[in-house]
């Protein structure tokens, strides 16, 4: 038989000739979320009986085909193999050609779709802590709080940055497992930080101030801020650094860690748009003063915080240090997963009736609100000491003493391996888009954003982010793309026995 | 994932690939493998692609052809899907247009016109998927070229005979793609034999320390070595190098496609 003549692809063979599962070896059993690039289902391995989530590859409005970032995604995960790391478990495939007018097959339009298969999880953590009712214990949120930590040293040791360290990206089963999801913006880095990255990663209220100034050499203490952000929000009960803009965040970011300069941050004045930003005056920091009038921020708390929260990202504490951190190790005790309460698993398509119901009750909430203003918001603050309600936070209002374990309405609150689409609740993220365009313009080259579009995120990215590999991503040459390296440059060509560049080719013409 | 392990014996890629059971015999598939390793490298080079980034190309289209039949996939369009893979792998991208319009003038010598681009690109987009999965989305490809300069700089401490003995052992290296080496052997264990050719070929001569044999640390045996060894070398000797411009013309039947080494 001869070659294959031009053009001629083997792709009527359908799975598992082509080296993967077919999704038919699964049940779907329902959309329980949106993801990042396409959606996602809870799904039931029908061999096995396992209950799985597929998260689908979108792949319209790709015009360079799979994405890069799932791509990369793909790399990552199936390097990292953690207990509080999502498992991707398996890729599969569905065979299905599109068909043409006539309804023959046609070749070019091959749109069979790719899924991502991972382990199942009940919940993300922002969906938990936005239950109407749910209040988290001290020593849950420090085994939270461990488990994220644990998960992200094992990333870092791998050298793999998150990038988008929030809430929605951690996922918790009914075990009590966290587990970090989503490596859609991940990826590797060099020990030295030596190879350009881009500063517009990360969901803008995690956003640590290095990026936001402009760096573009940067590592695991990106991740270690947006962990900051979380650890203060967890006790906080409300995100603490809620920015609308870039320049909102930055000046919030001031206010509470003080103004950079080259005492508390040696270098921080040659950072590319320090002084766009520079504050008109100097401000002190304030970060243990602010959290410290609360009590749950207990002494070793608010020094964690503190070690976290740090401007110079080469001053701010690591995951491996902060997990030797005096917090986990006094009481009260971070406690075992195990021991947590289970809460019910609440997919948006078996709850929508109870949401509505829920919808009601809000919005009965939020007109009693108008006659209480100092109620901002709906998150309860965490319990003391394991059940304990002692004195609530001076701008708490004060609950009912409750020591029963937290009560668990059904609620709306699952956000599955993806983001919402839109804010789940007013004000639980900022508006989305691209409303800093103006301020991108100012970085010159990489600002060709035009033609990035924003993939169903909640919170927004810079301009659109470099979630959108079509278009424009590619010829740019965004600066994240370290190319070249010690291999490249002078030597490829010359050959001892007349190798690469003189031998001619078999199908040369 | 569970991972399977890609590597294969000579005997395995020789008697039992796809390709063997459709009838096309191991000398056949031997000269599509250097034909479309020698074409990723050209292309590569011409998309201004970094080194790794064509050798990735080369690995996945080396492996993609381990599952899947030459006589049932044209090598010039899995090849052209591999590179336009590989650039995303390793993390430089190039337009598919891009990749596509380049592969055809390396290819043919001449622009391709709409309708041509327009057809190449959906097969592109449409194998690529086809691809990715027979590949089993294993995607991270690792390379002999850090371990073999890892080695050289720690190794030969006089500059000069360090840099022409890593020169010298990544034209080995390059040239090694063509061959099924990246099918057979892993990769630290390549760079020990192209250190061990540059050696020769450049007379820098390898440092010993003492008992310890310096390929050790390669996880090589001195027997994989000399294998090693031997099938790069028998590249420079395929006999589909000398002039068979008549019959290779016959025996492919693609005409102009061919045309082998000159003066050889």
Redesign the interface.
């Known amino acids: 038989m001869a070659v294959a003549d031009a053009g001629k692809l083997n792709i009527e063979e359908h799975p598992p000739l082509w080296g993967s599962r077919s999704v038919d070896c699964f049940e779907k059993l329902e959309q329980i979320g949106e993801g990042t690039y396409g959606q996602v289902y809870m799904a039931k391995d029908i061999k096995t009986g396992e209950i799985v989530a597929l998260k689908k590859i979108r792949m319209d409005n790709e015009k360079e085909g799979f994405p890069i970032t799932a791509i990369r995604e793909i790399k990552i995960l199936k390097k990292l193999h953690h207990e509080n790391v999502v498992e991707l478990k398996e890729i599969v495939t569905s065979p299905g050609r599109d068909t043409d007018d006539q309804g023959k097959p046609d070749n070019n339009k091959y749109k069979g779709g790719i899924y991502m298969v991972f382990e199942y999880m009940d919940h993300d953590l922002t969906g938990l802590a936005d239950r109407p009712g749910l209040r988290f214990t001290i020593p849950q949120i420090k085994c939270y709080m461990r488990q994220l930590l644990t998960g992200l040293h094992y990333c870092h040791a791998h050298q793999i940055l998150h990038r988008d360290i929030k809430g929605s990206n951690l996922l918790i089963d009914n075990e009590g497992q966290l587990k970090l999801a989503d490596f859609g913006l991940a990826r590797m880095y060099s020990q030295d930080h030596s190879g350009n990255l881009t500063n517009r990663v990360i969901t803008l209220w995690y956003r640590p101030p290095e990026l936001l100034l402009g760096a573009t050499k940067y590592g695991p203490a990106i991740d270690m801020w947006s962990v900051g952000c979380i650890f203060a929000e967890l006790l906080y009960a409300k995100p603490i650094l809620p920015g609308k803009n870039e320049n909102e965040q930055l000046s919030k970011i001031f206010e509470l860690c003080g103004s950079p300069d080259e005492n508390n941050w040696p270098g921080v004045t040659k950072m590319p748009w320090f002084n766009n930003f520079k504050p008109s005056r100097p401000l002190k920091r304030r970060v243990r003063e602010f959290f410290g009038q609360y009590q749950v921020f207990d002494r070793h708390a608010l020094e964690l915080l503190d070690k976290m929260l740090v401007l110079d990202p080469s001053q701010r504490i690591t995951a491996k240090d902060a997990l030797d951190a005096e917090y986990f190790w006094t009481d009260p005790l971070p406690c075992d997963p195990k021991s947590l309460p289970t809460y019910e698993a609440s997919h948006e398509f078996q709850t929508k009736k109870k949401r509505q119901e829920q919808r009601q009750r809000e919005e009965a909430a939020k007109r009693q609100k108008l006659q209480h203003p100092h109620q901002q918001h709906s998150r309860l603050p965490p319990l003391q000491h394991g059940g304990q309600s002692h004195a609530a936070a001076p701008h708490w209002p004060a609950h009912p003493t409750n020591n029963a374990p937290p009560q668990v309405p059904a609620g709306p609150s699952h956000h599955y391996y993806g983001k919402p689409r839109g804010p789940p609740g007013p004000n639980r993220y900022p508006p989305s888009g691209n409303q800093s365009r103006g301020y991108n313009q100012s970085r010159g080259g990489y600002s060709s954003s035009g033609s990035y579009h924003q993939q169903g995120r909640g919170a927004p990215y810079a301009g659109g982010g470099p979630r959108g590999p079509s278009g424009g991503a590619y010829g740019v040459g965004p600066p994240n793309y370290t190319q070249g390296g010690q291999h490249g440059g002078s030597g490829r060509g010359q050959n001892p026995m007349g190798g690469s560049r003189n031998q001619q080719y078999g199908w040369q013409q | 994932?569970?991972?399977t392990s890609w590597y294969k014996t000579r005997e395995e890629i020789e008697v039992k690939s796809p390709s063997r059971v459709?009838?096309?015999d191991s000398k056949?598939e031997s000269?599509?493998r250097?034909?479309?390793?020698?074409?990723l490298?050209?292309l590569g080079?011409r998309l201004n692609n970094?080194?790794?980034s064509i050798a990735t190309s080369i690995v996945l289209c080396q492996r993609f052809f381990t599952?899947?039949?030459?006589?049932?996939?044209?090598?010039?369009?899995?090849s052209i899907i591999c590179m336009?893979?590989a650039g995303?792998?390793e993390?430089?991208?190039?337009?598919?247009d891009d990749v596509i319009a380049k592969g055809y003038r390396?290819?043919?010598?001449k622009e391709p016109t709409t309708e041509v681009c327009a057809?190449?690109k959906?097969?592109?987009?449409?194998?690529?998927?086809?691809v990715?999965?027979?590949?089993?989305?294993?995607?991270?490809i690792e390379h002999p070229?850090e371990p073999a300069?890892d080695w050289v700089r720690r190794s030969v401490k006089v500059e000069m005979d360090a840099k022409r003995l890593?020169?010298?052992a990544?034209?080995f290296l390059?040239?090694g793609l063509r061959s099924s080496l990246c099918l057979q052997f892993r990769p630290s264990q390549i760079a020990a034999a192209a250190i061990y050719l540059g050696s020769r070929?450049?007379n820098v001569k390898i440092p010993c320390d003492g008992e310890k044999d310096w390929w050790l640390e390669f996880h090589v045996t001195k027997r994989q070595l000399c294998e090693i060894c031997n099938q790069t070398l028998e590249i420079?000797q395929q006999d589909?190098?000398i002039p068979v411009k008549h019959e290779?013309k016959s025996k492919?039947?693609?005409g102009?496609?061919?045309?082998?080494?000159?003066g050889r």
Do not use: C
């Open positions: 994932m569970g991972e459709d009838g096309i056949q000269f599509q250097w034909s479309y390793s020698t074409f490298q050209e080079q970094p080194q790794r599952l899947q039949s030459l006589a049932k996939n044209d090598p010039k369009t899995i336009f893979i995303k792998v993390g430089s991208p190039r337009p598919v390396v290819l043919h010598g057809r190449l959906g097969a592109v987009l449409t194998g690529e998927k086809f990715l999965s027979t590949l089993r989305f294993d995607l991270e070229y300069l890593f020169q010298a990544w034209n390059n040239d070929m450049t420079y589909f190098l290779a492919f039947g693609d102009g496609l061919l045309r082998p080494e000159q």
